[in-house]
């Protein structure tokens, strides 16, 4: 059986140091039983339809590739929509924690980004905490940087400081806690608006895969490689009433939508639980 790297990690820490990032070539050497992720909307797997009412997403495609790439994988997804980074940590690490997980993803931030109340420090304290609460109970952690809203939603070109911000402090509270960084944001696919759905905050059924396999290959999983990083084919230039429609639409259909429900102080998330609370096998068929 292959080492966990928890216990790598812990070799180090003993040593007196933490290495800054693990590497691909490290974590190809270890062998995962139970994979757990916590989130908001984006874990969760909107807006990738998994065929029955519910959501796919990446979390689910990653438990599979792992689980194909060894043999099998135990697989719970804590992740609700809605959430911000305070209320993961409050409400999903104590459960994750119990689950005892050698292999978790940690990837929180956006609702915190969308709100007025947002602290950059206390957003990437709280992913820190969750991260080396994980690292030093022997779980690797995988997470990443969120891509550039701008090109996806110009209307969120306000917000692209604060994600740029949310960013190098993820960065760098990756490096102090034994975590591993997929710079999802410093690819220009990621912010590709092809890989996004219509309501321009969560990723199509192609960027949810893309997202899969940028994980795998950050893993080290055999056969992965770097082209999910590669852009897609040039697109054609829409013309300007073209673009119009589709702002217009898009503001009618999604953002005054949210706008309602944020104003009444609601949630999307709220009264929802988990989708996968309970570490299961992943299917393999």
Known sequence: MRASLGDAVNAAREDGGVPPCVT???????????YVAIGDSTT?????????????????????????????????NLAIRGRTTARIRAEQLPVALELAPDLATVVAGMNDVLRPSFDVDRVADDVGAMQQALVEQGATVLTFTLPD?????????????????????LRKVTASTGATMLDLGAHPVAS??????????HA??????????????????????????????????????????????????????????????????????????????????
């Open 44 to 76: 969760e797997g909107l807006d990738d339809p998994d065929g029955s009412g519910g959501y796919r997403g990446w979390a689910d495609r990653f438990a599979l590739a792992v689980a194909r790439s060894q043999g099998g994988l135990e697989y719970a």
């Open 204 to 285: 199509n059924s192609a960027g949810h895969e893309r997202i899969a396999a940028a994980l795998a290959h950050t893993a080290g999983l055999p056969g992965s490689d770097d082209s999910w990083s590669r852009p897609l084919a040039t697109a054609r230039r829409r013309p300007r009433q073209e673009v119009i429609r589709a702002e217009l639409a898009w503001t009618r259909r999604h953002l005054l939508p949210w706008l309602a429900r944020h104003l009444r102080g609601s949630s999307s998330g709220e009264g929802r639980v988990a989708k996968r609370p309970v570490p299961l096998p992943v299917d393999l068929d």
């Open 24 to 34: 691909a070539a490290t974590l190809a050497g270890v062998m995962w039983h139970r």
């Open 192 to 201: 590709d608006p092809r890989l996004w759905s219509d309501d321009r905050l």
């Open 149 to 169: 809203p701008a090109p996806v939603m110009p209307a969120a070109r306000p917000l692209r400081g604060r994600v740029s911000a949310l960013n190098e402090a």
